[in-house]
């Protein structure tokens, strides 16, 4: 940076992102909208004729539709785990990356509610799932994996929607007072009436704080309940306790390799080098070598274990992933996902390349989840009206993270104001250089 | 569900609907039509009626469950001799021929552009009488010649009179699949133009020459449930069964050996096994100078010259002959369509010496009781009738429900004989390839509509009735025959002076209780045969002696046509489900999966897989297959229970026309064969050619239903041989030390959860894979209690068939020669059911009385439970399916039609449980065992399937629970199932 970062330059920066947008953003708004729209209706198709049409074939009843749902769960905890445990960790170059982080999260919550109402046969009947009470007195199975998962899910979202909100409070104020009219009201409202006073921030960072905690938790509970969703059948490949750290280090580092995706063309997009700099791509592309290797790990343990055991069934599973009609898919999953990150323990591809590997990454997080979750993959068949929920899922998260780019900071002010050395109120200079920390 | 309730109303307009149109002479407008008025109809309650099967000529007799009018079931009938309450899938499928959304509806007339036209019935009879009259007029009656299929009784006794009356040519009752090489050789052995009756039952060992008497031969309901009784382990003993023939068929899989023959050379393998006997001296029951005679007959045929031919190994053609020598009883069967050749009567007749110098004439074959079978005209007297028609002496042809366009080899002229017949008149029931071809139709009403009866062997006397007004203006063939007559007039309506067939029918029932019980008045009499379905006399057995003329025999070996350029003989043989192709149009016919190769919606060619390799050809190539008279198109299928150089072909698929479910599919071997027939029998020779193969570079993609075939050390399907089984258990077969009992059963680590308390009943299965021989019948039995849809090849081939109950093949040993198990696979109403805890919304849960129960309407379609399911039992509904109308009619008003979204399962026919306890509750009194029956049970020609309550210990299925052959599936997984499977038991090698 040329001249030294002040509260003001940050606001105007990071502001400049909410204004009028250009071409190449209505260009992709619009295929993203067409993309939508193909999907969904391709999604009214299936729901009049029947979920026939999605290419599933007995006896693998789960396909595209729930690994898609696993996936975009995964994917949100990364940003969990960037906001919230990083937070707690106090970890210095956290503040620029956590927001869209946290976006990712919401919008991949978002996406993977979708998912679970889509597969179903009867999916106008999704409400059953939900604990109401019932004039039959019919409550919902607690005793089944799905139903965990619908309460896991839920509280994730509303955990993460509140956190995501609330860390935005400040910033959106400082939006509100630069707005006017129509603008100026919305951005009051998600205000709250934030007027920066010491009491408020007093409050507010304890919330935070609060907030960070539960979240926490939650990154590592919510996908462990995911995971049992197939750790708890019977089925050969499926039945093993390695599924909730499995699960969990591979959310978070295929959330890693989205955030990254994300990242990269969004600091080109709106000239945010300053702020989301390699150094902060590269602890993201570290953090991503230490997921990757615990994936790595998991992938030895559970694949090791079926052949240690001497179950024909488990050893079947395994063979037909690595060398049945899938095992393309098998190996893609291990090459992006354990063997493609290592690329990162290079100084250089950790400074330059990381956009391509992250989409590595995250591409082989989707063909894992396909490969790995089917213990019959001769039985399998990816028919085309599969591949638009795929295509749709992404669209759909693409157009909430477009709207997000235009309506919300993309880099929370008041973090990296807090990084930002404490201005004099003469306004000559700092009070102090040296790491972010308010004087008391 | 709304759908039920429509349906309903929907049934009751079209009850009365069809009551309205039903017949030429307007009946009363009733709410619920019925044709025998009953006192006490109740909506809601089943009515039963008695009547006979005409599937195939066994005769089977069947009750048919009507409910608000329309047949929704059949079942076999208890009372019938011959399938004694069972009844095999083609039964089954028998509703679906009432109910065909392809059936012709009222008759038709071909016009001047050559379209079919609909017509009155006035109309039409009035056109045929004219022709009728007109002939006779001119003094040409005989030019009228009428075709019927294998009809007995009144009906024949009618259509004979009627031809008598019209002074045309005897009528020809065809039936193609008749067995008439074993008529002329029983003609030739004995002196007796007749086809006998077995009796299996009691066999030591049963060896079959190509005969398939489990699928298509004879009367399969009957011999398997006498087969299922052979092989049951009695007090130590069991009847073992080798098959001897060039393929490895159904029936051929449930031998305890198959000795790969030759094709066409059963008979020198019989011969070589008479030469056996008669040289060690074990003929025992033969008189020293036939004996004599006989060994000079079959001089020639040692082992040794036999294996040279045969291909046969003279140790095991020893070891057999000395066997079936030995037994007592013993049976050799042969005349199966598969190995009928040029030389099949010949080769019959050294199956009857086999037989008669075993010793085994008049005891397992009797000659008392014969079959109608034997009454059938032969190919070569219908021959005879197209060469007539060929050199234009037949002015009028009734083809009274015959389709010879498709049941004969095109080679016989039967088509371009047929133009040269003015008038040709069809009384098909639905648009076949000859009704196609007709100038008018008069379509008959199904057997399920009309009157009648069937004496499929001596002294079974089956009474037919109609369990349904007719749906569609169509009139029995008896009522034509008698209309068209009184249109004539002058002396042919004196000779026939009825006014119904029903009156005709009396008639003859009349003289039937003269004869049979002369005391009894005859409306009590009939009334009693109504309800009972017919009446049955003993028929002593007739004393059988050699014939001179079987010493004039000689043996040759057949001839096949084709060159050297032909490397392949080609079998054809009858398929399980649709027969000969009568049964293409019944949409369960084409779904049920082949017992052998899992096909459906197909006809394929099966290759032996070395054959298949050196030409290049995978699964699912189309390939050419030519010989001397014609060529076809089919997909390989590769079979290692075909012979190198043999290549067979299922008879049944290839039609052109018969609707929508047969239309255009497989193709027909009958265009390969040659026209001429067997000499002495005037059988057409299916066995008679020899064909090339040529790959077209085209594939077809192959719906086949099943997964893999081994069991690759699962334990699913079990077995045990007889010595184990007797020395553990002893013959009396006590319980062993931690057998199964009702719950858990081995395990070490006691279950987590309390088991389920079931404080009045506990419904279990038990099925027998000793007994279980891969018919299928209990599937299409499913199909018709369950409201199961049919989904259609496309579906089928992505692994979506519906049926709750599958039949699963296993083999063990080489590919060549496989012990073959079959086991019925349905949900095992698991006490610790993984799918149950799954569900998120409770849509399957474990009902006070055993059942895993699945809640339709309350399922969500998450299908979780089918994941966890190790049987893999639950079947999805992926779309909304349909019942083309009136296929509707057919539906089961007791059980729900799923929507799509939903999953299904067996429920072990909740519905007839929840019956049987209603009944037995507004009775005052308990069930008793065996009370309830589910679908599957009913139909089981073989009994392999039990039913009955766990809880009570003297029930049968709680007997057999504790069975020392008992065993669950996947037992290990602790899932408890309901059902406990009895392994099938190996004898061991013959001679031990």
Known sequence: MEAPLTYARVDRDLLTTLRAPGRLYYALLAVDLAVLGWAIYAWRYQLTTGLGVAGITHPVMWAVYITNFVFWVGIAHSGTLISAILYLFRVRWRPPVYRSAEAVTVFALMTAGLFPIIHLGRPWYFYWLLPYPQMGGLWINFRSPLIWDVFAVLTYMTVSVIFFFTGLVPDVAVARDQATGWRRRIYGLLAQGWQGTDRQWRHYTSAYLLFAGLATALVVSVHSVVSWDFAMAILPGWHSTIFAPYFVAGAIHSGLAMVLALLIPLRRAFRLEAYLTPDHLERLAQLTIVTGLIVGYAYMVEYGMAWYTGDPAEQASFLWRATGHYAWAFWLMVGCNVLAPLGFCARQVRRSMPWLLGILANHGREAARTAARHPDPQRLAVRTPESPAVSAADAWFFLWFLLFAKTLPVVSLWEVKELLPVPRRDGRGPVQEGPAGRQP | ?992
């Open chain 2, 1 to 992: 569900m709304n759908v039920t309730r429509r349906d309903f109303l929907k049934v009751l307009g079209t009850g009365a609907a069809a009551s309205v149109t039903g017949c030429s002479a307007p009946l009363p407008d009733k709410l619920i039509p019925l044709v025998i008025p009953a006192e006490e109809v109740i909506p809601g309650e089943a009515t039963w009626y008695a009547t006979v099967c005409r599937e195939c000529p066994a005769g089977c007799g069947m009750l048919v469950r009507t409910r608000e009018g329309r047949a929704v079931k059949v079942e076999g009938n208890p009372d019938h001799p011959v399938n004694q309450g069972r009844l095999c899938a083609r039964g089954q499928a028998a509703v679906q021929g009432l109910y065909n959304p392809d059936r012709i509806r009222q008759p038709l007339r071909r016009s001047g552009t050559g379209t079919l036209e609909p017509v009155s019935w006035e109309e039409a009879e009035q056109l045929l009488a004219g022709h009728v009259a007109r002939l006779q007029a001119e003094g040409r009656p005989g030019r009228v010649a009428v075709v019927a299929p294998l009809v007995t009784g009144s009906l024949a006794q009618l259509i004979e009179t009627w031809s008598q009356a019209v002074g045309g040519r005897p009528p020809l009752f065809v039936e193609p699949l008749a067995a008439h090489a074993l008529r002329a050789a029983n003609r030739l052995s004995f002196g007796l133009d007749a086809i006998p009756s077995y009796q299996i039952e009691t066999l030591e060992l049963l060896v079959s020459f190509s005969t398939d008497f489990l699928e298509t031969w004879l009367s399969p309901v009957e011999l398997a449930r006498q087969f299922a009784a052979m092989r049951a382990p009695r007090a130590g003993r069991m009847g073992r069964f080798v098959y001897l023939g060039p393929r490895l068929s159904m029936t051929a899989t449930n031998a305890d050996e198959w000795l790969p023959l030759r094709p066409g050379t059963e008979g020198l393998a019989a011969l070589g096994m008479v030469h056996l006997i008669l040289s060690e001296g074990l003929g025992a029951g033969v008189p020293a100078e036939e004996a004599g005679r006989l060994r000079q007959l079959v001089a020639a045929y040692t082992p040794e010259a036999v294996e040279r031919r045969t291909g046969l190994p003279a140790r095991d053609l020893t070891r057999l002959a000395r066997s079936l020598a030995q037994a007592r009883p013993g049976l050799a069967l042969g005349g199966g369509t598969v190995g009928t050749t040029r030389s099949a009567t010949t080769t019959q007749v050294a199956v009857n010496l086999l037989n008669y110098v075993a010793g085994h004439v008049g005891r397992a074959i009797q000659f008392g009781p014969t079959s109608a079978l034997g009454r059938a005209a032969t190919y070569q007297e219908l021959l005879g009738l197209v060469q007539a028609m060929a050199r234009g002496e037949i002015d009028l042809l009734l083809l009274a429900g015959v389709n010879p366009l498709f049941s004969l080899p095109p080679a016989a002229g039967f088509q371009q004989a047929l133009a040269k017949v003015p008038f040709v008149i069809s009384t098909a029931s639905f648009p076949d390839e000859t009704a196609a071809h007709a100038h008018l139709v008069l379509p008959e009403s199904t057997p399920l509509e009309s009157w009648g009866d069937h004496t499929p062997w001596d002294g079974v006397h089956g009474l037919m009735q109609p369990a349904t007004t007719p749906l569609y203006q169509t009139k029995p063939l008896g009522d034509v025959l008698l209309s068209v007559a009184r249109r004539v007039g002058g002396a042919m309506a004196a000779r026939l002076p009825w006014a119904t067939f029903y009156d005709a029918l009396r008639d003859r029932w009349r003289e039937l209780q003269r004869r049979l019980a002369p005391a009894t008045p005859f409306e009590t009499f009939w009334a009693e045969a109504l309800r009972r379905g017919g009446v049955w006399e003993a028929i002593p057995p007739k004393r059988v002696r050699l014939s001179p003329a079987v010493f004039r025999t000689t043996f040759v070996e057949p001839a096949l046509s084709g060159s050297q350029d032909d490397p392949f003989v080609l079998l054809v043989y009858p398929s399980i489900f649709r027969y000969d192709g009568r049964g293409a149009n019944r949409p369960w016919l084409q779904e049920l999966p082949d017992p052998v190769t899992g096909m459906t919606w197909e006809s394929w060619v099966e290759v032996n897989p070395q054959d298949a390799r050196r030409l290049g050809i995978t699964q699912g190539d189309l390939v050419a297959l030519r010989s001397p008279h014609g060529q076809v198109e089919l997909p390989a299928y590769l079979y290692a229970g075909v012979q190198p150089g043999v290549v067979a072909v299922p008879l049944g698929q290839g039609h052109t026309r018969y609707g929508r479910y047969a239309q255009g599919r497989g193709a027909n071997p009958l265009a390969l064969l040659p026209a001429e027939p067997e000499a002495p029998s005037g059988a057409l020779p299916w066995l008679a050619t020899r064909v090339r193969l040529t790959r077209t570079g085209r594939r077809q993609p192959l719906a086949i239903v099943g997964g893999s075939e081994r069991q690759e050390g699962r334990g699913i399907a079990q077995s045990i041989s007889l010595a184990d089984l007797l020395r553990d258990h002893g013959a009396g077969g006590a319980a062993r030390p931690g057998a199964a009992k009702d719950g858990a059963d081995g395990h070490k680590a006691p279950p987590l959860y309390p088991p389920h308390p079931h404080p009045v009943h506990r419904w279990g299965m038990a099925i027998d894979l000793n007994a279980c021989n891969g018919c299928g019948a209990c599937v299409a039995a499913c199909y018709a209690e369950n409201n199961i849809p049919v989904v259609g090849k496309e579906q089928v081939a992505k692994g979506r068939v519906m049926s709750w109950i599958r039949i699963e093949r296993f083999i063990e040993g080489p590919a060549e020669r496989p012990e073959t198990r079959f086991l019925p696979m349905l949900c095992q109403h698991c006490d610790n059911a993984p799918c149950e805890p799954v569900c998120p919304v409770y849509a399957t849960y474990h009902n006070p009385e055993g059942l895993n129960a699945q809640v339709y309407n309350r399922c969500v379609g998450t299908r979780y439970c089918s994941n966890n399911c190790p049987y893999k039992v639950r079947r999805f509904n992926w779309f909304t399916h349909k019942w083309p109308e009136p296929l509707h009619l057919q539906l089961n008003p007791d059980v729900t039609v799923r929507e799509m979204g939903v999953m299904e399962k067996c429920t072990f026919c909740v519905q007839r449980i929840k019956g049987g306890q209603a009944r037995a509750k507004a009775e005052g009194r308990k069930l008793r065992d065996g009370e309830i029956v589910p679908a599957c049970a009913q139909s089981c020609p073989a009994q392999a399937i039990v039913f009955g309550d766990l809880k009570d210990p003297q029930s049968e299925v709680a007997r057999l629970a504790r069975d020392p052959r008992g065993y669950r599936v996947l037992e290990e997984l602790n899932t408890l199932p309901a059902i406990t499977y009895l392994r099938k038991v190996q004898p061991g090698p013959l001679g031990s």
